[in-house]
């Protein structure tokens, strides 16, 4: 398996500007996280899909921020508009609803992350 | 109060020995335990998780939990300058989400 994708690696872009970053989970794992990643603040959950349907938005910072997953092998997470202090690096992961083996049910695999500057 | 706490260090070990780092959680309806490993600039990766009292022994890594007393605690033996990185400890509630601490930078030195 190719693992859980991440698309672009990097960004840099203007204060003002939309930003969107995309994921593509491990195959058949039903639930996806987004994270973000700072210095001071460590790892913080924004939002996390089951099914593709929202589960939890309660991590996500303002309302310029958005995350959708229209498929279950794609989701997206938009900062519009994007300022400085939304500078971090941004992970997705994924896992798998248990099924015969709960041993790994809550292990989430990460994607290599988006690092984002803003400008 | 964060819910998942560590030192952030760094932990300094010489070649050889025993890394110990440890993780205290808030939520005592926790149920599942995790240590992940991050490289500089890297995506954290899985090592070990725990989901009982007591021991739990993979290769080099020794994963130890205390619900009575809320910590997880982590051993490197046989520490290698490779194993220098940043821990996190994750804990979560059976609702999927994971609650992570900012994480233990340990520095093995040569």
């Known amino acids: 398996d190719a693992g859980v994708i991440q698309s672009p690696r990097h960004e840099v872009t203007e204060m003002g500007q939309e930003v969107t970053l995309r994921c593509k989970p491990i195959?058949?794992?039903?639930?996806l996280f987004w994270y973000r990643q700072t210095m001071m603040r460590g790892l913080e959950l924004l939002i996390y899909?089951?099914?593709?349907?929202?589960?939890?938005d309660s991590g996500m910072p303002e309302d310029r921020f958005s995350a959708k997953m229209p498929n279950a092998s794609f989701s997206t997470l938009k900062i519009q508009p994007s300022e400085p202090r939304d500078s971090a690096v941004y992970f997705c992961?994924?896992?798998?609803?248990?099924?015969?083996?709960?041993?790994?049910?809550?292990?989430?695999?990460f994607g290599p992350g988006t690092r984002l500057t803003v400008l | 109060q964060k819910e998942v706490e560590q030192n952030s260090g760094p932990l300094s070990v010489p070649e050889g020995a025993i890394a110990s780092l440890n993780c205290t959680y808030s939520?005592?309806?926790?149920?599942?335990f995790f240590w992940y490993r991050q490289y500089s600039g890297k995506s954290p990766e899985l090592i070990m998780f725990?989901?009982?009292?007591g021991d739990k022994e993979d290769g080099r890594f020794t994963a130890q939990l205390n619900k009575a007393s809320q910590y997880v605690s982590l051993l490197i033996r046989d520490s290698q300058p490779s194993d220098s990185a940043t821990y996190l400890c994750?804990?979560?509630?059976?609702?999927?989400?994971?609650?992570f601490g900012s994480g233990t930078r340990l520095q093995v030195q040569p």
């Open positions: 939520d005592r309806g926790s149920q599942s």
């Open positions: 992961a994924s896992s798998l609803t248990p099924g015969t083996s709960r041993r790994m049910a809550d292990t989430q695999y």
């Open positions: 994750a804990v979560g509630t059976g609702r999927r989400a994971l609650t």
């Open positions: 899909f089951n099914n593709n349907v929202p589960i939890d």
């Open positions: 725990i989901y009982s009292n």
């Open positions: 195959s058949g794992h039903d639930y």
